[in-house]
């Protein structure tokens, strides 16, 4: 049967077969990847192309860029915004968006700080009020949008102004508050013991190996083809040599005392942990797909049975909750709270998802992408902030890279035809 | 001749002061291709919403499998076997095919996806289609040509193990051999047992696949004929009304009397 020629494509495979598109060895898994990466399909490929360029050129013009002092402050600078990327990724899927995301972890954290420094509530109970707030907040925000049915632009604008507001009377005008707990201080402000690095290390290639085993195991059971073994063998390698890298580095003493100061920062299994989680969740998990569904045809979904209010009620409240995390790192990082904390960092992280790669109009991305994005945006304050220039230019620079990174995407999706055709 | 899956007895469904079905005697069996043609407002798309279970019938009786059925949520009706396929195919362009097929059911092992069983059923399903198209049940929707959507969002039926499935102008953007692949799809699915429901302005489709055709004409049935015992000239006539079976009267729309259809 001759077709038009989108379905005339020569027959790969015997006739009647239906492949999984994951056949042939090395060379055609390159060939295949390539192909999707031209098609539009480019994850997040340009941020990290943007990662390297911008570490070689920071590297060159400045002399403190490369030094292991820098590299792990980056790691803490760059905690708040990775944290912040990954909770918006969980509404940015949805195609919705979460405005208020920063100034909720700032009412939490005032709620927090208030209620332990002043009310001497203990830390513990008052953190946990804290997190109630974000969850609380996801609540509310969920409740109006995928109930209610407010845009979610509208919901989370009139929070993000309340919010400064509740902040500045729960705080009072010109407040600021010291973080006393030392627990919460160390996240930013401590690092683990030289063997625990390496023990992360062995914990990441264990799971990234066990699970592409596992995967290996049910498809085989199942009788479909498998990616030949050489793609795990690599990834892991990459993993192992990149992963070796990294803690080597942190690993060297970086104090310009006599007391050492080394290891990998403690805030690096923090957020790898979250990461891995909030991945697990979307990947694996039917509410995950259900996500990935409603931002892809919300109508499609609800035909097929999804609780499509359910999945967005909740995907507001991990934001919400995640992004109390976020600002908990930020606290910690500067040691006080005041009535701005979140106020504007809630467009930068709206900028590290777009800059790694999800789109704005829901369906596309993964927190990878997020995390990655953040690392551009944090490289670009860092390494601008070495060569000693004024904030001015930071913002501009982040400005015009997040539209370069939205005019790569807009311009492959271009090319891989929208979609739409018929 | 089998037993019906479907029998419609006198079935009527108004809107306020317009009668929308006026008594509808229908039949669907399993391994026939019954297409359903009519004019705009004819009230194939009233008829379809009750036996999806969309927008349940006022009168009448619905009988499957010859025992009294009330359809009246979408989930009944789809718990006996009946499932349609809507004319915007209800796809999510971001997921590939079987997460498309799978959506809303998907098949779980020590609470995660076992993407190798559902990957090996939906390959199977299309398989059994004879879908030839497809390269890779990993291809995105988005990259899918129309026809293709509609195999997809056919084969999804099929995997739900649909006994009556009701095709919604199934052909109505496709070209001339996207066209020929879904009637193909369609003769299929009917060699399975399906009882396929074909909703289509075409009639060279109707004539190439379909077993019996029904024409609705205002609210009620025409006639429900086999394809082999009539002709292109009449069913036309049935349509537009200029042409009536023996013993068939025409009545009103409204119950407000207009002086004018008689």
């Known amino acids: ?422 | 001749m089998p037993d019906p899956i479907i029998e419609l007895v006198g079935v009527k469904k108004s809107f306020g002061p317009v009668s929308v079905l006026k008594g509808i005697d229908l039949r669907v069996y399993p391994g026939k291709v019954t297409a359903l043609v009519g004019d705009n407002g004819a009230g194939k798309s009233t008829l379809i919403k009750g036996l999806a279970g969309v927008q349940p019938y006022d009168q009448g009786e619905v009988l499957i499998d010859g025992v009294h059925r009330d359809l009246t949520t979408p989930r009944e009706a789809s718990a006996l076997g009946i499932e349609v396929v809507y004319q915007d195919l209800a796809l999510c362009d971001n997921l590939d095919i079987v997460q498309n097929m799978f959506l809303g059911r998907e098949e779980l092992s020590f609470g995660t996806f076992d993407e190798g069983r559902m990957e090996k059923e939906a390959s199977d399903t299309l398989r059994s289609l004879s879908v030839r198209t497809v390269k890779s049940v990993r291809q995105r929707v988005s990259s899918l040509s129309g026809g293709q959507r509609q195999t997809v969002a056919i084969a999804r039926a099929v995997l739900k193990k649909a006994r009556v499935v009701i095709l919604d102008e199934p052909t109505a953007a496709l070209g001339v051999a996207q066209t020929e692949q879904v009637l193909n799809l369609v003769r299929r699915l009917s060699e399975q047992g399906v009882a396929v429901v074909l909703i289509s302005h075409n009639l060279a489709d109707v004539f190439e696949v379909a077993d019996d055709v029904a024409v609705l004409y205002l609210g009620q049935l025409v006639a429900q004929v086999e394809v082999s015992q009539t002709t292109r000239d009449d069913v036309v006539g049935y349509i537009t009304g200029t042409k009536t079976p023996p013993g068939f009267t025409v009545q009103e729309t409204s119950t407000i009397a207009t002086g004018g259809a008689e």
């Open chain 1, 1 to 422: 049967m001759t077709t038009s020629s989108k379905d005339a494509a020569p027959p790969l495979m015997g006739e009647g077969m239906i492949g999984s598109g994951i056949e042939g060895g090395l060379g055609d898994q390159i060939r295949g990847w390539w192909q999707r990466v031209r098609s539009g399909d480019m994850g997040a490929l340009p941020a990290i192309g943007g990662l390297v360029v911008l570490g070689a050129l920071f590297s060159i013009l400045s002399p403190f860029f490369l030094t292991e002092r820098n590299f792990a402050n980056l790691m803490n600078q760059a905690a708040t915004l990775v944290m912040l990327g990954i909770a918006l990724v969980f509404v940015l899927l949805l195609g919705e968006i979460d405005l208020s995301a920063g100034v909720t972890g700032g009412v939490a954290m005032a709620l927090f700080v208030v209620l332990n420094a002043q009310f001497g509530v203990p830390w513990p109970l008052a953190l946990l009020i804290g997190f109630a707030v974000g969850f609380g907040t996801g609540a509310l925000i969920g409740f109006f949008v995928a109930r209610v049915g407010i845009p979610s632009f509208v919901v989370t604008l009139g929070l993000f102004l309340g919010y400064q507001g509740l902040a500045l009377l729960i705080i009072g005008d010109g407040g600021l508050y010291r973080l006393q707990v030392p627990e919460l201080v160390a996240i930013q402000n401590s690092n683990m013991p030289v063997w625990a690095g390496w023990a992360l290390l062995a914990v990441m290639l264990l799971i990234s190996g066990g699970t592409s085993w596992w995967d290996r195991r049910r498809r085989t059971r199942a009788g479909v083809p498998n990616r030949t073994i050489t793609v795990v063998w690599i990834k892991l390698a990459a993993l192992a040599v990149i992963g070796g890298v990294v803690v080597y580095v942190l690993n060297q003493n970086r104090g310009q005392s006599v007391v050492a100061v080394e290891g990998v920062p403690v805030i690096v299994p923090i957020v790898l942990t979250v990461l891995w989680l909030g991945t697990f969740l979307l990947d694996r998990t039917k509410f995950g797909r259900y996500i990935y569904a409603i931002g892809g045809n919300k109508e499609a979904a609800r035909r097929s049975g999804v609780k499509v209010r359910l999945v967005m009620w909740w995907a507001f409240v991990i934001c919400s909750t995640l992004a109390v995390l976020s600002a908990l790192f930020s606290v910690a990082r500067v040691g006080s709270v005041d009535a701005t904390v979140g106020r504007e960092i809630v467009l930068s992280g709206v900028a590290a998802a777009v800059v790694g790669g999800v789109s704005l109009f829901g369906g596309r991305g993964r927190l990878v992408h997020a995390a990655i994005g953040a690392l551009v945006i944090a490289v670009i304050t860092n390494g601008l902030g070495l060569l000693g220039l004024p904030a001015g230019i930071n913002l501009l620079v982040t400005g015009g890279v997040l539209i370069l990174a939205a005019t790569v995407d807009a311009l492959s999706r271009l090319r891989s035809g929208g979609g739409s055709r018929v």
